[in-house]
């Protein structure tokens, strides 16, 4: 007989354990072991008395070369998501997209199908969410009514793939939740770890079999992970995740892995009355709200895959009433602020701990690459010395322990983007100087931190904005 004998599954890392505990010894998550019917692994049959052990089929063993019928990429249509997406969905992949509840990912996927379809694809869209009549609702909402996107409402794994067997396959097949989904194949209740990981393996077994690309509606929990089996994002050959600030309309796409394309491209859209529109000049578009001639304020010329993007950085620094002053951020990392503040107390003497310190990356972006730090500092300077930075100037440098501002990757790239929206000076690290784009566009090279510090200090104390806290906007 054979007995069941791991019960309890962690609903974070899918580790399967013998007896319920507090603490899954796995990930080392509190309070996430939950019994499951059948922990016994993945889609798992009951193994038992009753099933002849089979004899193994053999197969054809194939060479890399050969060539591969049809295109195997499918561009959507829409730039932004083909961007993100490496050039758009494989055949036979499983992309699975993450975000927050309401963030848009229905729509998102509703207008990339309605593009496909009328490109004369074939594309379902399975809702276990919403009724068919939402979905439609939705649809005509976005003026996509007469896209021939075959639509269901229904959350039976098997049922879904008994259906889309049959006839021609579909290019695309959109499962809007994968949390909704459940299969035969275990006893679990839907929503437990090992129904998703189990519809999900019988989802990925369908794509790769009939050449179909997939793409998984995935929640996201508080903390900001894919609800439920982070097993299914290794399952899975591509994850993307939907974000946004819910109080701004920007909203961006993210490859966080991606086995054919790359991880480092954004795609950014707009949510608008009529769904998302794409937005193809991303910089103007964060950069459209800028709060002209207020110090705290500085442009940094960034670099999003291979995008050139500005974005402005914001900072308040303000004399603090706590004994542990406030560090807060956001749009940025965190430790990567506590150390541009400690080169600044450390070579720059600036002494910032009776100080709140608040930093924000405008327009809800959120940005990871270090050649942010010379931006940020010189926000942070700025507001601390109340003393607006040049309306013209963009910045972009890393900044070492030393307080050395080092070169970066991709100075021409983003000087470039900076001329076409208009500045016409950029701080930068002394390597910069040879890609300048030439006529009208001064370079000021800074060598470390400190020479930045001292030129805005002695702006402050030039400033008439110093008088006036927030000079009128024409000025
Ligand atoms: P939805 O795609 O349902 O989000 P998700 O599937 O990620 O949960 O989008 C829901 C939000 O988007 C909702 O708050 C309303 C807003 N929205 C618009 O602003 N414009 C539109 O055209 C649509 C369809 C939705
Ligand atoms: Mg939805």
Redesign the pocket.
Same mark, same amino acid.
């Given at each position: 007989m054979s007995r069941r004998n791991l019960t309890f599954v962690c609903q974070s890392c899918g580790a399967a354990a013998a007896r319920w505990q507090g603490k899954c010894e796995a990930c080392g998550e509190w309070n996430t072991l939950v019994e499951e019917g059948d922990g016994s692994g993945i889609g798992a049959r009951p193994a038992g008395p009753g099933r002849a052990p089979r004899k193994g089929r053999k197969f054809v063993l194939e060479p890399l070369t050969g060539d591969s019928q049809d295109a195997p990429r499918l561009p959507s249509g829409m730039a932004e998501l083909d961007r993100v997406t490496g050039g758009g969905f494989v055949r036979g992949s499983v992309l699975l997209l993450g975000? =927050?509840? #309401?963030? #848009?990912?229905?729509?998102?996927l509703?207008q990339a199908a309605a593009a496909l379809a009328r490109g004369g694809h074939r594309s379902v869209y399975i809702s276990g969410e919403e009724a068919v009549a939402q979905v439609r609702m @939705?649809a005509e @909402?976005?003026g996509l009514a007469d896209a021939p996107v075959e639509l269901a409402a229904e959350t039976s794994v098997e049922d879904i793939i008994a259906t889309l067997s049959e006839g021609k396959t579909p290019r695309l097949v959109i499962i =809007?939740s994968i949390q909704t989904m459940w299969t035969d194949a275990v006893e679990s209740a839907p929503g437990t770890v090992t129904q998703v990981r189990g519809s999900a393996q019988n989802l990925i077994r369908f794509a790769k079999r009939s050449g179909a690309a997939v793409i998984l509606?995935g929640h996201v929990t508080k903390d900001g992970q894919i609800a439920g089996p982070r097993v299914v994002e290794h399952m899975v050959d591509a994850v993307l995740s939907?974000e946004g600030e819910g109080s701004h309309?920007f909203r961006i796409l993210r490859a966080v892995k991606n086995r054919f394309g790359p991880t480092d491209e954004i795609g950014v859209f707009e949510?608008? #009355? %009529? #769904? %998302?529109r794409e937005v193809a000049n991303p910089s103007e578009l964060f950069l459209s709200e800028r709060d002209l001639g207020s110090p705290g304020t500085a442009v940094f010329a960034g670099i999003e895959g291979t995008r050139p993007l500005l974005v402005e950085i914001q900072a308040l620094v303000a004399p603090s009433s706590l004994g542990t002053p406030r560090r807060a951020v956001v749009g940025w990392d965190s430790s990567r602020l506590s150390m541009v503040l400690a080169v600044l107390e450390a070579h720059c003497g600036i002494k910032l701990g009776g100080h709140d310190v608040y930093l924000n990356v405008a327009g809800g972006l959120r940005i990871v690459e270090p050649a942010a730090d010379l931006a940020a500092a010189a926000a942070l300077v700025s507001s601390l010395a109340n003393a607006p930075l040049p309306a013209d100037a963009v910045y972009f440098g890393e900044v070492s322990l030393s307080g050395a501002v080092r070169p970066v990757a991709q100075a021409g790239a983003r000087l470039k983007e900076a001329q076409k929206l208009g500045f016409a000076r950029a701080v930068a690290p002394e390597t910069a100087r040879s890609e300048a784009p030439g006529q009208g566009f001064t370079m000021n090279p800074v060598e470390a931190l400190v020479n930045l510090v001292s030129d805005i200090a002695s702006r402050g104390e030039k400033s008439p904005g110093n008088q006036r806290r927030r000079p009128p906007e024409d000025g």
């Open positions: 975000g =927050d509840p #309401g963030i #848009g990912k229905s729509t998102l509703i @939705r @909402r976005l =809007d509606v939907f309309q949510m608008t #009355g %009529l #769904g %998302l």
